[in-house]
């Protein structure tokens, strides 16, 4: 099985600040059909999770553009350009290449300093 | 607007069984693989199994192969998950999601 290793676990940002998370496979997530399967979401406090990203870099409809992803092969990454309040909770990374099983990061706590 | 609706969690002993249904709502339902994606009480998400387009093909985490089964009525637009030989362990909120979409979640807890 494919593993998702997230850091940091946790992540105090100030208002305004940029914000990183970093996503990293146990194994290369290009597919063979040329896409790479690499999702972020969302999960704010009390709230089912949301996607903001598919396929690496493509921006969910509705998601803000403060939010980015990037990354190839092994290593992903999730930014944030200014925080603001309502970004609080939790952000987790899926892996959606090497199924079965689809394999989620461990999640990373966002949290207003 | 998209809706997904769970439905179906309660409180159950080990060893029993429990169904939860999925209604969707908003979008062309059977074009999409759907999941089961479920939460441990302070926990991250697992995906639990996910079934294809017409129900034909099916998978599951090892943690419940055996044991749950997912299944689709694509006239009624809705979702299933068999969950036999329940173990305290399974407690979690369930999701339905095609990832693009989520549920609100069903709550199920096995305890004696």
């Known amino acids: 099985d494919v593993v998702m290793t997230q850091s940091p676990l946790s992540l105090p940002v100030t208002l305004g600040q940029p914000a990183s998370i970093s996503c990293r496979s146990s194994?290369?997530?290009?597919?063979?059909?040329?896409?790479?399967?690499l999702d972020w979401f969302q999960q704010r406090p009390g709230q089912s999770p949301r996607r903001l990203i598919h396929?690496?870099?493509s921006r969910d409809s509705g998601v803000p553009d403060r939010f980015s992803g990037s990354g190839s092969g092994t290593d992903f990454t999730l930014k944030i350009s200014r925080v603001e309040a309502e970004d609080v909770g939790v952000y987790y990374c899926?892996?959606?290449?090497?199924?079965?099983?689809?394999?989620f990061g461990q999640g990373t706590k966002l949290e207003i300093k | 607007q998209v809706q997904l609706v769970e439905s179906g969690g309660g409180v159950v002993q080990p060893g029993t069984s429990l169904r939860l249904s999925c209604v969707a709502s908003?979008?062309?339902?059977?074009?999409?693989?759907m999941h089961w994606v479920r939460q441990a009480p302070d926990k991250g998400l697992e995906w639990v199994a996910v079934?294809?387009?017409?129900?034909?093909?099916?998978y599951y985490a090892d943690s419940v192969r055996g044991r749950f089964a997912i299944s689709r009525d694509n006239s009624k637009n809705t979702l299933y998950l068999q969950m036999n030989s329940l173990r305290p362990g399974d407690t979690a909120v369930y999701y339905c999601?095609?990832?693009?979409?989520w549920g609100q979640g069903t709550l199920v807890t096995v305890s004696s």
């Open positions: 194994q290369s997530l290009l597919s063979s059909d040329g896409n790479t399967y």
């Open positions: 079934t294809s387009w017409d129900g034909s093909n099916s």
């Open positions: 999601s095609n990832f693009e979409n």
């Open positions: 908003g979008f062309t339902f059977v074009n999409y693989g």
């Open positions: 899926l892996q959606g290449t090497h199924w079965p099983p689809y394999t």
């Open positions: 396929k690496v870099s």
